[in-house]
């Protein structure tokens, strides 16, 4: 084999190397990237799970590749011990599991259904109704400064409405307010600038008519099973 024909191939296997042996991978969207309009458009969607959360997925396997210790734990295990480990890994692990959670808990609308009755009496109680809740979660969203997200947690058997910075969730050991997450949404201008350009209250506002509560619904018994709430 000539030396030109030799780098060739070691390049491509270099190359091949991260897909090959990939811990992770990019989820496929649960609906066609229409599905959610007018809320969200296609092209977003496609540029949003294609692009920004592919992206995540591939550096995430490089950071794994380069790091021993990262090898064979899940991605809530690796946000669980994050502060030990580089930014990179704080903001590819935090964006894989975001967006894989954003996708999930959304559907098209007139889809989503309601919140079982144990979310539902849970909300009543922590929160006063429904629409106190969403009123209550959309301003943490409209207020997160910057880029982020904002979360509807579990925690220590009751809901909590927080928000996070950049890729940060409430499963990280640096979250100023921990907990499991059953509803996240995501507001950085790339999930709404093509349609809403600046004003991300009318890209919130919009986006209750998207939520999948049957998924919010099986996330919450999920995690107050897991807790023995």
Do not use: C
């Not at 950049?166 to 509803?183: C, F, H, I, S, Y």
Request: proline share 6%.
């Amino acid at each position: 084999m000539t030396l030109p024909r030799l780098a060739a191939l070691s390049l491509a296997l270099l190359l091949a190397a991260p897909t090959a042996f990939a811990q992770f991978t990019l989820p496929e969207l649960p609906y066609p990237a229409d599905a959610l309009e007018p809320t969200i458009d296609a092209r977003t969607m496609q540029i949003h799970h294609q692009n920004h959360h592919g992206t995540q997925v591939t550096n995430l396997n490089l950071q794994v590749a380069q790091i021993p210790a990262l090898a064979g734990l899940s991605v809530e295990e690796i946000l669980a011990q994050v502060s030990k480990h580089p930014p990179a890994v704080r903001g590819n692990a935090g964006g894989h599991y975001n967006h894989t959670l954003f996708w999930t808990v959304m559907a098209k609308p007139g889809t989503g259904g309601e919140p079982s009755a144990e979310l539902a009496e849970r909300i009543t109680a922590d929160f006063g109704s429904l629409d106190a809740m969403k009123q209550q979660f959309s301003q943490a969203a409209a207020q997160r400064f910057g880029s982020g997200w904002a979360w509807l947690i579990v925690k220590d058997g009751k809901l909590a409405i927080t928000s996070t910075p950049n890729q940060d969730n409430p499963l990280m050991d640096v979250a100023e307010v921990r907990g499991t997450p059953v509803l996240g949404l995501d507001v950085w201008e790339h999930a709404y600038y093509l349609k809403y350009q600046y004003k991300r209250g009318d890209y919130i506002g919009a986006w209750w008519d998207v939520v999948n509560w049957t998924e919010v619904s099986r996330r919450y018994a999920a995690a107050t099973a897991a807790t023995g709430s």
